[in-house]
């Protein structure tokens, strides 16, 4: 199964539950954007397995080695639980752990739940990287335990300018050397728009959008 058989799938799906929404949306950045994606709506238990299922495609295909799967609280939680089940499912039984927003002052204490992450590479687990806040935090937090952040692994990598002329997973890239990988990205969408021919406005909205703040390539 090829990169852009799971991804165009993905993107089907994520339309299908209504997660990628279209009209206009203002994002983090106060730009007007002409779709909208909330990880949160795949909330069912046959929805977060799929997703799940989809993740797991994308690091069998993508993600660079890794020992450990971290998820930061409060998204990353349920999903890197639901793709360690996936990826032990497929016969790759991998340790994970997320964080606590604050940390416990009584039994273990600390921040940390779930296997120690100290001196195993970790994949960071998260729905989109907008501002990268949730990738920064979560790489000074494992450097904190003397853990060694490896990658990080997105559902949807918007392709669109972050604070200057690179995207904001190529920011997250050339800031800690991280490889991203996605399920799918904008072009995955944009090819998906294209084969339908009642989202012809809708196809010309997301071109004018990127071509004000998109740029040409994912990150690498």
Known sequence: MGVSDFSERFIAFAVERQV??????????????????????????????????????AIE?????????????????????????????????????????????HGEGGVLVGADPQG???????????????????????????????GVVIALDRMERGQAELSATQEVTHQWGLPVCSVATLDHLVAH??????QIETLGRVHAYRQQYGISTPAD
């Open 193 to 198: 728009l294209a084969r339908d021919s009642t």
């Open 61 to 105: 295909a993508q993600a660079p080695p890794f020992d450990l799967l971290f998820g930061p609280a409060y998204k990353g939680i349920p999903l890197v639980a639901g793709i360690a089940l996936t990826l032990a499912r497929r016969g790759r039984d991998v340790p994970f752990a997320y964080n606590r927003k604050e940390a416990k002052d």
């Open 20 to 57: 990628i929404r279209f009209g206009e949306f203002k994002t983090k950045a106060g730009r007007l954007s002409p779709y909208f994606f909330n990880a949160g709506l795949f909330n069912t238990g046959a929805a977060l397995a799929t997703l799940c299922e989809f993740y797991a495609d």
């Open 120 to 150: 195993k590479r970790v994949l960071i687990v998260d729905d989109v990287i907008s501002a990268g806040t949730s990738v920064r935090e979560s790489v000074v937090l494992l450097n904190q335990v003397q853990a060694l952040p490896a």
